[in-house]
C-alpha cells in the first residue's frame, strides 16, 4: 500500500512563496519518479515539476522553470516544491504523484497520487 500525503499549501499574496511537501510511505522507490501536477478551476490537470529517485534529475513545465524549484529527500522518501514569485495564475490544487513515466510529464504514467493541497495566490 502506498500513501503519498501532501502538506504547506494555503494562502499566499502575489509575489509571495510556499513551500509544498510530499511523503511517501509504503515501498521503496528507487527506480521511481515524483512528480507534482496542478488542476485549477475548470481546467485539466497540468504537469508543474518531476524528479528522479535513482539521480535527482528533475524536470519542470516551461511556465514554471525558474520559478519552482523541486528538490527530493530519498531517506526521508519526500520531495518538495519551492514556490517562489507566486502569480493568481497559479492557484489551484497541487498533487504529489509517483511512478515511473517515460516522460516525466505524463500525468497517465504515474501510478500513485495523493489527495491534493490548495494553493490559493491573491492578487
Known amino acids: 500500500q502506498v500513501s503519498l500525503v501532501e502538506s504547506g499549501g494555503g494562502l499566499v499574496q502575489a509575489g509571495g512563496s510556499l513551500r509544498l511537501s510530499c511523503a511517501a510511505s509504503?515501498?521503496?522507490?528507487?527506480?521511481?519518479?515524483m512528480g507534482w501536477f496542478r488542476q485549477a478551476p475548470g481546467k485539466e490537470r497540468e504537469f508543474v515539476a518531476a524528479i528522479s529517485f535513482s539521480d535527482a534529475v528533475s524536470y519542470y513545465a516551461d511556465s514554471m522553470e525558474g520559478r519552482f524549484i523541486i528538490s527530493l529527500n530519498t531517506a526521508k522518501k519526500t520531495q518538495y516544491l519551492q514556490m517562489n514569485t507566486l502569480k493568481p495564475e497559479d492557484t489551484a490544487v497541487y498533487y504529489c504523484a509517483i511512478g515511473d513515466p517515460s516522460y516525466a510529464n505524463d500525468d497517465k504514467a504515474y501510478a500513485y497520487w495523493g489527495q491534493g493541497t490548495q494553493v490559493t495566490v491573491s492578487s
Open positions: 509504503g515501498r521503496t522507490f528507487s527506480n521511481y519518479t
